[in-house]
């Protein structure tokens, strides 16, 4: 199946769920290392932990990406930045409205970032049946080219990933590479297909391969993927 351009909305849609999917699970990681589930208080007992610096962290990892996602000249945005003196000390919340360029697109973002709030709120993370309950649209006529797509989820999952095993504050500073897989994953479903996919086996190459497509999908997802962590680490 080739799809060449992806629903901008459905773009941003993915990376806000992923980027909670993400910082969330590099909690859980640092603090629960040895739990695979966790209760429903545990991930209420996260959140609140994390308000005081949730919106700046959300805006922190997801800035550049959509600067990327919704500018064409980044010399440009510099300079522009430049001129409206934007610093350290920029309210998250004005940095979030240049990034996403119109206020339509902002409004999405904080409307999706509620939404995942609110899951957390009631005890879990947002699970892909739910996701695919009120998505955006996969196609539609303001649209992302798919290898950009990719390369914007993985960023955005690796670095909220490692943000939150950081934030944790613990001895472990690891990352977990199946945790990694699965929310790898989790993207690229969320991403390019219209329902969950299921799996039959436990041959990752072939999962992966599964939710990418296509060759030229894998090809992304993996160079991505590989970039990602060498910079992390």
């Known amino acids: 199946m080739k799809i060449s351009d992806i629903n901008r909305s459905r773009v941003v849609s993915v990376m806000v769920r992923g980027y909670f999917h993400s910082f969330f699970s590099g909690q859980a990681d640092a603090i629960f290392p040895q739990k695979s589930r966790l209760e ?31 500018y064409s000249d980044i010399d440009a945005v510099t300079e522009d930045m430049r001129r409206r003196h934007f610093s350290e000390a920029t309210p998250s919340k004005l ?10 697109l902002y409004e999405f973002v904080t409307s999706e970032y509620q939404k995942q709030v609110y899951e957390l709120l009631n005890g879990h993370l947002q699970s892909i049946e739910d996701f695919f309950v009120d998505c955006p649209t996969l196609l539609a006529e303001d649209s992302i080219a798919v290898p950009l797509a990719i390369r914007s989820i993985v960023r955005v999952q690796m670095q909220a990933y490692a943000l939150g095993v950081t934030q944790a504050q613990t001895e472990i500073n690891n990352l977990r590479q199946t945790t990694i897989y699965r929310l790898m994953l ?31 999908n894998f090809e992304s997802l993996m160079n991505e993927m590989s970039q990602a962590y060498e910079d992390l680490v």
């Open 40 to 70: 429903a208080n545990v991930y209420k007992q996260l959140l609140v932990a994390s308000l005081d610096r949730l919106a700046t962290n959300f805006v922190s990892v997801l800035f550049p990406v959509l600067v990327r996602l919704n």
């Open 186 to 216: 989790s993207g690229m479903v969320t991403l390019l297909h219209e329902t969950p996919v299921s799996f039959s086996g436990d041959n990752l190459e072939m999962m992966f391969r599964q939710v990418s497509l296509n060759s030229d």
């Open 95 to 104: 940095l979030l409205r240049y990034a996403c360029k119109t206020k339509e």
